[in-house]
């Protein structure tokens, strides 16, 4: 199996991401995920929306979840909306 893969900075850009998690997260917990938005959705499950500013930032987010004991449900890359 062979990948090229870009550059360093190529990767380390911010990008908009989605972080599904089963539960809701109370309000609390905002700190913790770094300025993303916590919606809580009528399923049970918690999304955190926002920016992240490289992968190394994406990592520190999904060990919070897993340091919370809360299930991943699913962690989405979005490209950037142009208005």
Known sequence: ????????EEYDTP?????RVKG?????WADRFEGL????ENSGDTLLTGPVVDQAALHG???AV?????????VI????EHV
Do not use: C, N, V, W
Request: net charge neutral.
């Open 1 to 8: 199996m062979s990948e090229t893969f870009g550059s360093k």
């Open 15 to 19: 990008a908009l991401y989605e972080i």
């Open 77 to 80: 890359h979005r490209e950037p």
């Open 61 to 63: 987010l999904l060990r």
């Open 37 to 40: 938005i916590l919606s809580r």
């Open 24 to 28: 809701h997260l109370d309000d609390r």
């Open 66 to 74: 897993r340091d919370l004991g809360m299930p991943l449900l699913s």
